[in-house]
């Protein structure tokens, strides 16, 4: 039985004509047809009855090794798709790129008479930058042209070197001003206006999401809120990718953009409503969204993924091989979210185009009995028999209703495996642990990784890890998990929510897959212990017998004590 989550979504746009028959049912990865590796996907609709679909630059296909520069392929259902050539060709590239630039995350749009793609350029002449490329055609599949110059420049980063200029979005407003999207972790994403033809940015950018957190914009205008959806996380861990989709919303397409909870993107502590995360099914790295509308009104996310049993191209490592998946997108209250917050799909779904019934939210997890036998007031004057010390650290101390541990200079990941795991044994069956942590990890400042939270964990190379952490300059709430792969150990993680300034509520919600017994641990925070945001999933191996504890490491400079409340044990109601 997998998690399905609860949260909130949007939807949009393009809708051709009536066309033949539409599919009745179909199953991910959409372009298996044509392509093992289809990342950064955007659709659009053309005016022939067909969908169009745009990838960043990579070998299709296993072994193929020489990348296709912007492939494309075409469909009259979404779900059925056929390879129709390259954007560009071998050798075209626009006159201000370096021969060994690459093309990432197109973005196509109809302008006037002719279309006009987007893309990343990933290094410019003479300083190796990255910029906005721009190249328009007179149909949907070229012949593209380059304009003679990027539509964003190369922007230098104020401390130094050159600012991220990557995954462009536009965005039309009612009264036809053009807005275009962009940027990335160093730098954040930002919006500037574009002129009437759609080739150039001009006036003063405006900064619309935090750097090093979000990247992959866009945005969509629906019952008149602009919605962005950024990606957060390592697009291309393999099979630990935790890449999810977030949403905020504003009146203005220039922001500010919020989240569901009033919590702004463009800060320290940023927000951001999940959308699509992993679920614990197959797919991982769920993230880099477009969206279209199918003949009947639905909303569908395009997006990429990566099967963790088969991370990469060329195995044992290569290329992240990153399918196109297609799924519902779903509103509920105003928010988007996928499959009514059950996220990616791995098995038969209703196929775009057929009569979609009411849309069942999945539920998300909530406590039911507690189980004290489990559970820790920290009430004494020390730890109990209960609770088993890897790497015992004699700074931990216990008084007060709280357990205190100073922040420690280690870490499990990769070959680190110095920090102290406090733990003890959980319960059988599916339960829900929860901690209240007291972190003071200040504001903006850069102090990498400090962090403290809960754990699942097997040994140093299986684990589960949610933490409120400082990541360069923002605080986030991080769900991380390492894992043994081809003689090499995987980490990454996904992002849960949005810490507290000092507090925050910390929940893992664990079931036992019926089908394949693998242990799965859902990720919830809050910073009120009342609303709860649940985040994506990890997985730890079945016929195991993982234990749940408490960490505090990342860096011990500046000197920060985290302080828990309790570790407490619900049945899973």
């Known amino acids: 039985m997998r998690f399905a989550v609860v949260l909130l979504a949007v939807g949009i746009l393009l809708t051709p004509s009536a066309a033949r028959a539409d599919a009745r049912v179909y199953t991910n990865p959409v372009s298996a047809s044509f392509a093992d590796t289809f990342a950064d996907p955007v659709v659009v609709a053309g005016e022939d009855n067909h969908w169009y679909a745009y990838g960043t630059s990579d070998p299709l296909r296993e072994g193929e090794g020489t990348p296709h520069r912007i492939p494309m392929a075409r469909s009259t259902d979404l779900v059925n798709w056929s390879y129709v050539g390259d954007a560009f060709g071998a050798a075209q590239l626009p006159a201000y790129a370096r021969p060994t630039a690459a093309l990432w995350a197109p973005d196509v749009r109809r302008i006037g008479d002719r279309w006009v793609m987007y893309v990343t350029v990933t290094e410019t002449e003479p300083d190796g930058a990255s910029a906005i490329g721009v190249a328009t055609a007179p149909t949907p599949t ?151 509308t199918d003949r009947r009104g639905q909303d569908w996310l395009v997006y990429h993924a990566i099967d963790r049993a088969d991370p990469y191209l060329d195995e044992p490592f290569g290329v992240n091989e990153r399918p196109m998946l297609l799924d519902r997108l779903d509103w509920i209250g105003g928010w988007p979210t ?141 769900f991380g998990k390492e894992m043994p792969f081809a003689g090499r150990t995987s980490y990454g993680g996904t992002i849960a929510g949005t810490p507290g300034r000092t507090t925050t509520w910390l929940r893992l919600a664990h079931r036992i897959d019926r089908a394949n017994g693998e242990h799965e641990y859902r990720a919830g925070v809050s910073r009120d212990g009342r609303t709860w945001t649940w985040g994506g999933v990890w997985t730890l191996p079945a016929d195991t017998d993982p234990r749940i504890g408490l960490v505090a490491h990342g860096g011990a400079e500046p000197a920060v004590t985290a302080a828990f409340d309790y570790l407490r044990f619900h049945r899973l109601g």
Request: aromatic content about 10%.
């Open 142 to 292: 070229g012949p593209w042209t380059f304009a003679a110059e990027p539509a964003v420049p190369p922007r230098a980063a104020p401390d130094g070197g050159w600012w991220w200029t990557f995954d462009p979005a536009q965005v039309t407003t009612p009264d036809g001003a053009r807005y275009l999207y962009y940027g990335s972790y160093f730098g954040g994403i930002w919006v500037s206006r574009l002129t009437a033809d759609g080739l150039r940015v001009t006036g003063e950018p405006t900064r619309v999401a935090i750097d090093n957190k979000f990247e992959g914009a866009y945005v969509v205008r629906r019952s008149g809120w602009y919605y962005l959806f950024a990606s957060s996380a390592n697009c291309c861990a393999g099979p630990t990718t935790g890449y999810s989709v977030s949403v905020g919303r504003s009146r203005s397409p220039l922001g500010p953009f919020v989240d569901r909870d009033g919590q702004s993107l463009n800060v320290s502590r940023a927000g951001g409503t999940p959308v699509i995360a992993p679920n614990g099914n197959r797919w991982v790295g769920t993230g880099h969204n477009g969206l279209v």
């Open 338 to 478: 996928v499959n009514g917050g059950a996220w990616a799909s791995e098995t038969p779904q209703p196929a775009p185009g057929r009569r979609a019934g009411p849309v069942r939210p999945a539920p998300a997890p909530h406590p039911g009995r507690p189980l004290p036998a489990y559970s820790d007031e920290f009430g004494g004057a020390g730890l109990g028999p209960a609770w088993d010390f890897v790497r015992p650290d004699p700074a931990v101390s216990v008084a007060g209703g709280q357990l205190r541990w100073p922040v420690q200079g280690a870490d499990l990941t990769g070959d680190a495996d110095d920090a102290g795991v406090l733990l003890r044994d959980a319960p059988a069956g599916n339960w829900i642990a929860e901690t209240r942590v007291r972190l003071d990890l200040g504001e903006d400042t850069v102090r990498n990784f400090q962090q403290a939270g809960l754990i699942a964990y097997l040994d140093d190379d299986h684990f589960a890890r949610l933490s409120t952490v400082a990541i360069w300059n923002t605080r986030q709430a991080e």
